[in-house]
């Protein structure tokens, strides 16, 4: 007889597996290469910077794409929305990101979510933006170190 499992767990092949808990973060913690972070920011703005209405083929979609200012209690970010997600955050409204990852765009940061995230709308939150914080304002140089100098500090 088969067991039912929770919405919690997965069965497979007789084996039941615990899902991981979301790990919520904060925009300041947010860093260059980072992914699979997991977000409840605010909506500040919303600027659409690309949108083609016919596709160059027919199995390809419109492309919409826009920089939202979103943040935290912490800081603010640039995220970029694409396609659906342009739709969903508008200014004023409280989002969930989950498993979002940090590109970089001309040495700044962007916030992202490609097709294994996702973007909720939610209620409200209770928190102040710190909008004096801007992650996307501070500029990143991708430095190479030789292994040379690494062995030579060793």
């Given at each position: 007889?088969?067991?039912?499992?929770?919405?919690?767990?997965?069965?497979?092949?007789?084996?039941v597996v615990e899902k991981?808990?979301?790990?919520?973060?904060?925009?300041?913690?947010?860093?260059?290469?980072?992914?699979?972070?997991?977000?409840?920011?605010?909506?500040?703005?919303?600027?659409?910077?690309?949108?083609?209405?016919?596709?160059?083929?027919?199995?390809?979609?419109?492309?919409?794409?826009?920089?939202?200012?979103?943040?935290?209690?912490t800081g603010t970010i640039?995220?970029?929305?694409?396609?659906?997600?342009?739709?969903?955050?508008?200014?004023?409204?409280?989002?969930?990101?989950?498993?979002?990852?940090?590109?970089?765009?001309?040495?700044?940061?962007?916030?992202?979510?490609?097709?294994?995230?996702?973007?909720?709308?939610?209620?409200?939150?209770?928190?102040?933006?710190?909008?004096?914080?801007?992650m996307s304002l501070v500029?990143?140089?991708?430095?190479?170190?030789?292994?040379?100098?690494?062995?030579?500090?060793?």
């Amino acid at each position: 007889m088969a067991t039912v499992a929770s919405s919690n767990q997965q069965q497979s092949a007789g084996v039941v597996v615990e899902k991981k808990k979301p790990v919520f973060v904060k925009v300041d913690q947010l860093k260059p290469g980072t992914q699979n972070n997991n977000l409840i920011v605010k909506v500040l703005s919303s600027n659409t910077v690309l949108q083609k209405g016919r596709a160059a083929s027919q199995r390809l979609r419109n492309t919409r794409i826009a920089e939202c200012l979103v943040g935290d209690e912490t800081g603010t970010i640039l995220l970029t929305a694409r396609n659906e997600q342009v739709d969903l955050v508008k200014p004023e409204t409280t989002i969930i990101i989950r498993n979002s990852k940090i590109d970089m765009f001309k040495g700044s940061m962007r916030l992202a979510v490609d097709k294994w995230g996702r973007i909720e709308v939610t209620e409200p939150a209770n928190f102040v933006v710190k909008e004096d914080n801007n992650m996307s304002l501070v500029e990143y140089e991708l430095v190479t170190v030789a292994a040379d100098a690494v062995a030579a500090d060793e």
